[in-house]
């Protein structure tokens, strides 16, 4: 090593601190093993001639960081061009955050990215009355960390083991290896104190069920909630009103009421409010059900979703008639062809994205307490809650489950069952630590003590495994990954039972072993949190490799996968060039690249709708909740697609389906750029369920 004469480092905010050549080896080692490239010898030599430069430049002079900086880039270039440009390309996205960091006023102590400040900024830190942000992402993690872990007390732990507790979590969620869903992050001990994100509210068929749950709505949706309800059991349009003499204005009336309230909340502020609506499909409003939302204005703040039962889908596919039935007193009102309504159905799902179908018979074969219904889901479908019911979610990172072997990526299924574990206790404490909004909805929770563990990150991961989404090996990893998961969170969730009892209701449970939760897994579409553990949502494909953001006042910038970057850089593919022709698109048709590459690197509408509806089918074998999956689809698919996707959906055993063909919404999460327009993603929404109201 040259003889470091360079003795002081003038710093970003203006200060002076001692010059360390270790931080100029750590970020030597960052661009190195970004790229699977370990060499010790490599490090040593480009920090020694940066000293040397260094020493030459500003012998009697104070450098600044970046000017060090500066000098890293040059000698890398001249040694090794494709660890440089990884170095150069870290560096800019950093001057990037720091930019966004200095304009939202935030102290970032973790080194987030640009889109995922913007994000906690705007939903995730503490502020003060008048908006000022105080608490860092640290402090935040810290935060809900101490929050959840102080319920270990409550069953015999003392201080010390709750404080190993405590550690364990924050470790958990410091690393971005599982983040709790929003309100635990937003609310976590705060005089707020509400956990979850998911609620099903019962609607009766009068005016006080109606404006009842309209009034316990608002509470649930003010605190960060989402809501889900079941309007059949209102008496359809022109019915009888025995009180009043009067018409009744049937069940879509007051969805509309119901949107307008939510609309009015905006949940304090923090999320768009999200409601599911469904209607059976025997209801006599039905056609108009389905039809509500064409207008692609009415109901903006719901999914809507028609409950079938395997009897109309056996009429569906016999071609026979179905009958109407009057909720109210039971009758049959009206005798229908089963398969045209079936069509009618498809049809507005092809025109709008809504309605989606939720199996209605298959969610109550699976339920796991007997004689308890369900007959409504949570705003994404993942959670069929019964009345009054609520759960609590979080997601494992898929993209931290692994390991570097030989060069390139392993799973890691140890470190993956260490973290399922302590996912299980995290989400199971959630539920005593939890301050409900309404008194019914704690005794139902407490009495089920359901949860919902899921994963995001699954299309890198395949990414980082050389696994192309669109392939029998994508479905036979995903099913080890999913029976894994169930396996050990269900070993989990029985040890828990073991130390601090069964939930309330195990007596009338279908599960074989004492169990401390009625369900234990969910796939969430994870929303903002893939946003801020930076990765890819849920077990969805990427919607494009690079996009274009806007993120502050009119700025725009390239987004880039990070493992797609990584695999072009590590094998000399980088240009800005290249860069600039995937961004018009955002996915690889027409790139002059390998054809491996090609295959691995694909995006969501390179992927038949019949291979996304098996990757949904494969995860909910193995879910006791459900699964929220986007059925993405090509503009030019047509209702006969949208038809089979159904069919097939319901063929494979899920729980529900939600198709959603690229561009018929007026607004949408991401748009494939035209001629010289590139790919565009909207901020708070851009790794979400496209075409619905997703709000994680």
């Given amino acids: 090593m040259n003889e470091i004469k360079i003795k002081k480092v003038r710093k970003r905010d203006g200060s002076v601190e001692d010059f360390d050549v270790k931080k100029i080896k750590n970020a030597i080692r960052k661009a190195c093993s970004f790229l699977g490239f370990f060499d010790e010898s490599f490090v040593n030599d480009i920090a020694n001639n940066v000293v040397f430069k260094l020493n030459q430049k500003f012998f009697e002079a104070i450098p600044s960081v970046e000017e060090i900086q500066d000098v890293v880039e040059e000698v890398l270039f001249e040694k090794n061009e494709r660890v440089a440009k990884a170095y150069s390309l870290y560096r800019n996205s950093r001057r990037l955050a720091r930019e966004i960091k200095e304009f939202l006023m935030l102290k970032d102590d973790l080194k987030f990215n640009a889109t995922a400040l913007k994000v906690l900024e705007e939903r995730y830190l503490l502020k003060d009355e008048k908006g000022k942000i105080i608490e860092t992402p640290r402090q935040m993690f810290a935060r809900v960390a101490r929050e959840i872990a102080k319920v270990e007390a409550r069953y015999g732990k003392s201080k010390k083991e709750v404080k190993e507790i405590e550690k364990k979590f924050f470790d958990m969620l410091i690393n971005l290896e599982f983040l709790p869903n929003s309100p635990t992050l937003m609310n ?130 016999e071609d026979k008639d179905y009958w109407l039935i009057n909720p109210r007193n039971k009758k049959k009102v009206k005798k229908i062809r089963a398969r045209e309504l079936f069509d009618k159905i498809c049809y507005y799902a092809w025109l709008t994205g809504d309605p989606g179908l939720i199996f209605i018979d298959e969610i109550n074969r699976k339920h796991t307490i007997k004689n308890k219904k369900i ?34 990526f392993v799973f890691d299924w140890e470190k993956f ?28 929770v407490k009495a089920n003590r359901k949860i919902g563990l899921g994963v995001m990150g699954l299309a890198d991961l395949f990414f980082m495994l050389k696994i192309s989404y669109n392939s029998k090996k994508a479905l036979k990893f995903s099913e080890r990954l999913a029976r894994f998961l169930k396996n050990i969170a269900y070993d989990e969730s029985h040890k828990l039972a073991l130390e601090k009892g069964p939930f309330p209701n195990f007596k009338f449970s279908k599960h074989k072993k004492l169990m401390r939760n009625a369900t234990v897994l969910s796939i969430a579409p994870t929303g903002t949190l893939s946003i801020i553990a930076g990765c890819s949502s849920s077990i969805e494909p990427i919607f494009a490799l690079i996009f274009e953001r806007e993120i502050l006042e009119g700025k725009k910038f390239l987004e880039i996968n990070k493992w797609f970057l990584r695999e072009i850089l590590r094998r000399g593919l980088y240009s800005e060039e290249i860069i600039e022709k995937i961004a018009v698109s955002g996915n690889l048709k027409g790139i002059e690249l390998p054809k491996d590459i090609k295959e691995i690197f694909v995006t969501a509408l390179e992927v038949p709708y019949q291979q996304h509806i098996k990757m949904q089918a494969v995860w909910q074998k193995y879910v006791d909740n459900s699964v929220s999956k986007t059925i993405n689809m090509q503009e030019n698919s047509t209702v006969e697609d949208i038809k089979n996707a159904f069919l097939l959906a319901y063929k494979l055993k899920c729980k529900g389906i939600t198709v959603y063909r690229y561009g018929s919404k007026p607004e949408q999460v991401l748009y494939v750029g035209k001629g010289k327009e590139k790919a565009t993603a909207k901020l708070h929404f851009s790794h979400e369920c496209l075409g619905s109201v997703c709000y994680l």
Avoid at 222 to 250: C, Y
Avoid at 392 to 401: E, R
Avoid at 417 to 444: C, G, H, M, Q, Y
């Fill in 188 to 317: 976590a001990g705060t005089p707020l104190g509400q956990l979850s994100a998911c609620f099903v509210l019962p609607i009766e068929d009068s005016l006080e069920s109606i404006f009842t749950t309209l009034n316990n709505m608002a509470k649930i949706q003010q605190s960060g909630g989402g809501t889900g309800f079941s309007f059949s059991k209102i008496r359809p349009k022109g019915d009888i009103v025995k009180s009043t003499k009067g018409i009744a204005s049937g069940p879509v009336s007051f969805m509309k009421i119901y949107d307008m309230a939510t609309e009015v909340i905006k949940q304090g502020g923090k999320r768009r409010g999200a409601n599911m609506g469904i209607l059976d499909v025997w209801h006599p409003d039905i056609e108009e059900f389905i039809k509500v939302k064409s207008d692609q204005k009415t109901l903006s703040n719901f999914n809507i979703s028609v409950a079938v039962d395997d009897k109309f889908m056996k009429a569906v596919l």
């Fill in 375 to 408: 007959e409504a889901t949570n705003p994404c479908g993942e959670v069929p809650l019964l009345p009054y019911e609520a759960c609590n979610l979080g997601s494992i990172n898929l993209t931290k489950m692994v390991k570097l072997k030989n060069g390139g």
């Fill in 417 to 444: 069952e260490k973290t399922i574990r302590l996912a299980v206790r995290f989400l199971d404490n959630v539920i005593d630590s939890n301050k409900f909004p309404i008194p019914e909805i704690e005794k139902v």
